[in-house]
């Protein structure tokens, strides 16, 4: 079982950035992928990011070069640098931790983009 908690959410002006953490418990965070999506208003999650066991990355296309994602394994946390923000970015932002069949999910954090 793993748990995730996310932070670092909150209203930024267009063309700003955030930086969001998640934070995860238990001793095998590193065997863990982990992600960032997002859930837009009136929209499905879709993928933001992921970051593997060997810190392999993937972006979303409309996230590549704006949106960096890292993890730290001695934190157990994973962090999603946002940059150069637009307010299509606008959305709750959740955690996700993957191994094999098993899916973890974070609450979520909103992060508000004003034009």
């Known amino acids: 079982q793993v748990q995730l908690v996310e932070s670092g959410g909150g209203l930024v002006q267009t063309g700003g950035s955030l930086r969001l953490s998640c934070a995860g418990s238990?001793?095998?965070?590193?065997?863990?992928?982990m992600g960032w999506y997002r859930q837009a208003p009136g929209k499905q999650r879709g993928l933001v990011a992921l970051i593997t066991t060997t810190g392999s990355t993937n972006y979303a296309d409309s996230m590549k070069g704006r949106f960096t994602i890292s993890r730290d394994n001695n934190k157990n946390t994973v962090y999603l640098e946002m940059n150069s923000l637009k307010p299509e970015d606008t959305g709750v932002y959740y955690c996700n931790a993957q191994l094999g069949t098993r899916l973890y999910w974070g609450q979520g954090t909103q992060v508000t983009v004003s034009s």
């Open positions: 238990g001793t095998l965070f590193s065997i863990y992928t």
